[in-house]
């Protein structure tokens, strides 16, 4: 009741209810840890809560398991409460009634169903973050053969889905955990490292916070300053591949919290004025968001006693935006946030409809799962631009015909397989050339040219532009 305390009296009434059933339902079981059960489903709802999402998504994160360990069924949970919460339960619930031929079939049939569940409700992945969050966190009291295979899940699966939907807050700690359980020893190594940096930083990142804060308010900007460094996971990945720590552009960064958009880009010349840049490393993801809707001005600046400093500026709707992506919609658009969410994913999030689509054609569910770990959840991604701009990614490896089929609907199929060619960053170049990260591409096609197209099935990379080759085929023959 603490942590929705600002909630209404409805909404807390709502979640009292399904809090008593919860605990009346799990009653007698206990978790590995030796605790009630109900631990776990109150810890899933804290994180809910503290995302500061409905009570419909809180009661149904107090009744998530209820479904698959208990005699409750969705008919109930609908009598009882309403129908968003007995769908949301539903689809995070796991198929028992099925029967498999083995563990790994179900896993992917689950994976699989997850993903469906999205596509009506990207609350229920929501949900679901949140209690693979506190298995993660209470991961010790299981078996070492259940610990590394939840951490390979938890690595493969949900750190790309929440990283797809920007709810960076819980990808890191999700990511932490599960590199813990699967490479102790690096683990082991980079916190110590972390550990290190961070006492040897201290002062010269409070000293830094305080001069920027005191500069932007003299040029009449008010601000709030955040320190961050970057996580174990990441300083691991980072000294895996080079020797010095300090060259690391984002290692040690400042979060610049300005009231609007244009104080951002006034903040940024402000800071410059201060501390030199390093040149090349300015961002701006307000003017060109990621796709995770990620927004924020991006420098590193030489800041005191040398040390590469990234600035990160943003208003406050991106700061929230930053931590919790998605997730954030509730808390910032109120009574419209379900449909707003629903509809960013649809339209804004280009895995969204990778995942549609591979949903449709793809029948079996080991193929579906590899599509997700080779295609969706690799973290070999490239960003692509096209003509105007936008931003595509694809795996590493993608070709311009690659491109050309993800963006099928602004060239239309006719063109595709009058494709000849494309212009990468002005120059053009041949339909086998490998697409470079940030490259800008445009696709050349010429209606008097018809294929090479024999080729194009070898050209491709995804198993989305190659399935769309041979349906087209299948169209003309
Ligand atoms: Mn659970």
Same mark, same amino acid.
């Given at each position: 009741m603490e942590e929705v305390k600002g909630y209404s009296k409805e909404e807390k009434e709502q979640i009292k209810k399904a809090y008593y059933l919860a605990e009346e339902l799990h009653k007698g079981t206990k978790r590995k840890s030796g605790?009630?059960?109900?631990?776990?489903?109150?810890?899933?709802?804290?994180?809910?809560?503290?995302?500061?999402?409905?009570?419909?998504?809180?009661?149904?994160g107090l009744l998530h398991d209820t479904i698959e360990d208990t005699s409750m069924t969705k008919e109930r949970?609908?009598?009882?409460?309403?129908?968003?919460?007995?769908?949301?339960?539903?689809?995070?619930?796991?198929?028992?009634?099925?029967? #498999?031929?083995?563990?790994?079939?179900?896993?992917?049939?689950?994976?699989?169903? =997850?993903?469906?569940?999205?596509?009506?409700?990207?609350?229920?992945?929501?949900?679901? =973050?949140?209690? %693979?969050?506190?298995?993660?966190?209470?991961?010790?009291f299981m078996s070492k053969e259940k610990q590394i295979e939840n951490a390979e899940e938890t690595m493969e699966v949900f750190v790309s889905i929440a990283n797809y939907l920007g709810m960076n807050h819980i990808q890191v700690e999700l990511r932490d955990l599960a590199f813990m359980y699967l490479q102790p020893d690096s683990y082991k190594r980079a916190k110590e490292e972390r550990d290190r940096i961070t006492e040897e930083s201290k002062s010269c990142l409070d000293e830094m916070s305080i001069i920027i804060a005191d500069k932007l308010k003299k040029q009449g900007i008010n601000s709030q300053v955040e320190q961050r460094i970057k996580s174990i996971y990441g300083i691991s990945t980072y000294i895996e591949q080079n020797e010095n720590l300090a060259k690391m552009n984002d290692l040690l960064a400042l979060k610049i919290v300005v009231d609007n958009k244009a104080d951002c880009y006034s903040s940024l010349g402000i800071i410059h004025q201060e501390f030199k840049p390093i040149q090349g490393k300015i961002k701006d993801y307000i003017g060109a968001p990621k796709t995770n809707l990620y927004q924020s001005l991006h420098t590193t600046v030489y800041g005191l006693d040398?040390?590469?400093?990234?600035?990160?500026?943003?208003?406050?709707?991106?700061?929230?935006?930053?931590?919790?992506?998605?997730?954030?919609?509730?808390?910032?658009?109120?009574?419209?946030?379900?449909?707003?969410?629903?509809?960013?994913?649809?339209?804004r999030m280009p895995f969204y409809s990778y995942l549609i689509e591979a949903n449709e054609?793809? %029948?079996? !569910?080991?193929?579906? #799962?590899?599509?997700?770990?080779?295609?969706?959840?690799?973290?070999?991604?490239?960003?692509?631009? @096209?003509?105007?701009?936008?931003?595509?990614?694809?795996?590493?490896?993608?070709?311009?015909?690659?491109?050309?089929?993800?963006?099928?609907?602004?060239?239309?199929?006719? !063109?595709?397989?009058?494709?000849?060619?494309?212009?990468? !960053?002005?120059e053009n170049v041949s339909l086998s050339?490998?697409?470079?990260?940030?490259?800008?591409?445009?696709?050349?096609?010429? %209606?008097? #040219?018809?294929?090479?197209?024999? @080729?194009?099935?070898?050209?491709?990379?995804?198993?989305?532009?190659?399935?769309?080759i041979k349906e087209s085929r299948t169209q003309q023959n």
């Open positions: 605790e009630p059960y109900i631990i776990h489903p109150l810890n899933v709802a804290f994180t809910l809560a503290r995302l500061k999402l409905d009570a419909d998504t809180i009661s149904a949970l609908k009598e009882e409460f309403n129908e968003d919460v007995a769908l949301l339960v539903d689809g995070v619930s796991k198929m028992k009634e099925v029967d #498999f031929s083995c563990k790994q079939e179900q896993n992917w049939a689950n994976l699989r169903k =997850l993903m469906q569940c999205m596509a009506i409700d990207v609350r229920t992945i929501i949900i679901k =973050l949140a209690d %693979r969050l506190h298995n993660m966190r209470t991961l010790e040398g040390r590469h400093i990234q600035a990160q500026i943003r208003t406050p709707e991106m700061h929230k935006i930053a931590a919790n992506g998605l997730a954030a919609y509730q808390e910032l658009y109120g009574q419209y946030a379900n449909y707003l969410m629903q509809e960013e994913l649809e339209k054609s793809i %029948r079996s !569910n080991q193929d579906f #799962f590899a599509f997700l770990k080779t295609e969706l959840f690799t973290t070999h991604i490239h960003t692509i631009y @096209d003509k105007t701009g936008e931003v595509i990614e694809l795996p590493i490896g993608s070709s311009p015909i690659d491109f050309a089929y993800i963006l099928d609907g602004q060239l239309g199929n006719d !063109n595709i397989n009058n494709l000849t060619g494309a212009i990468v !960053n002005g050339y490998m697409l470079q990260n940030q490259d800008q591409v445009q696709v050349v096609a010429d %209606r008097n #040219f018809i294929g090479p197209q024999r @080729d194009f099935l070898d050209l491709a990379k995804t198993n989305y532009a190659k399935r769309k």
